[in-house]
């Protein structure tokens, strides 16, 4: 397996579009988190079946986010992704998002090439309220049962607060 901070990009994020790499497919409480040093995905843990990811989970190449680990990206589509795929996307937002303290911010995208929904999520308010609300009471409370209290969800941003988050996820990276 490459390692995909080598072999990959971030994006075009000018343009609204990011290279992400899957760690977790959506509907999955295996909490698969890409080890650097390996150039591997390994199970971290297996979180309990009620936190199930309602998106696909995983990263941007060449990012470093507030936490040290790259920036996290939710790639939105009608099935899940297999862990370890990477694939352009399209930004449409960014949930604003604190885990123990530390930004963790949650990129929000679609596939670029999405014939399934013929390409019709362009922004955070075209996957609705109702996505926007389940996806915030997730991360609110998936560690509720080890450690609660440790996450907070801060808001959401247009597609320009993420490609903001980006470029600093990125300069972050620059400098490590």
Known sequence: ???????LDPGDIANAK??????????SHLKIEYDRERAAFMLDRVEPSIYTKPTNYGFIPKTKDEDGDELDVLVVSSEPIPTGIWLSCKIVGVLHFEDGGEGDHKIVAVPADDRDSGDSINSLADLGERWQQKVAEHFTHYKDLKS???TKVLG???IEAAQ?????SI???NKA
Request: charged letters at 25%.
């Open 1 to 7: 397996m490459p390692d995909f901070n080598k072999v």
């Open 164 to 168: 903001k988050v980006i470029y600093e």
């Open 171 to 173: 300069e972050r990276y």
């Open 18 to 27: 990011l290279n992400a790499v899957i760690e977790i497919p959506m509907g």
């Open 156 to 158: 959401w941003g247009d």
């Open 148 to 150: 609660p209290g440790t």
